[in-house]
């Protein structure tokens, strides 16, 4: 009997992945928005809270469904929205690492590094 239960455990673990799996390419768009909106209205804490709002649901998420980099790097950058709330550091830096996660999640968002670099950055020696 306890085949069963886990069969079906185990069935309905992975629809919630597929679905979440799904909705990753629009919560990214979504936190584009937000993101383009505090830059053009300025970082007001409605603006940065509804980034981390949504970064907090990728952190809380992300894991259990196999995309254990994006919400590690979900969860730092919220908590760095909720530091910017608070005025505790600036807005610019995390307005950078936001862009550098949507280029990141653009690519692969189930990809096991995060290198934080844009795809065609050169070094030059």
């Known amino acids: 009997m306890a085949t069963l239960v886990d069969q079906d455990f185990h069935a309905r673990l992975r629809a919630l992945g597929d679905k979440f799996a799904a909705r990753v390419p629009e919560t990214m768009a979504a936190i584009e928005r937000a993101l383009a909106a505090c830059a053009a209205r ?3 804490p409605e603006c940065v809270g509804e980034l981390h709002e949504l970064l907090h649901g990728i952190a809380g998420s992300a894991g259990t ?3 254990t980099v994006l ?3 979900a969860r730092r950058l919220e908590q760095q ?3 910017v709330q608070a005025g505790e ?3 610019p830096p995390l307005a950078a690492q936001l862009a550098q996660l ?3 999640a653009a690519r692969d968002p189930k990809a096991a590094q995060y290198d934080g670099e ?3 950055k050169t ?3």
């Open 42 to 44: 300025g970082a007001t």
């Open 65 to 67: 469904f196999g995309f």
């Open 71 to 73: 919400g590690r790097e």
């Open 81 to 83: 929205a909720r530091a």
């Open 89 to 91: 550091v600036e807005w």
């Open 102 to 104: 949507l280029r990141w």
């Open 118 to 120: 844009d795809e065609d």
């Open 123 to 125: 070094t030059h020696d």
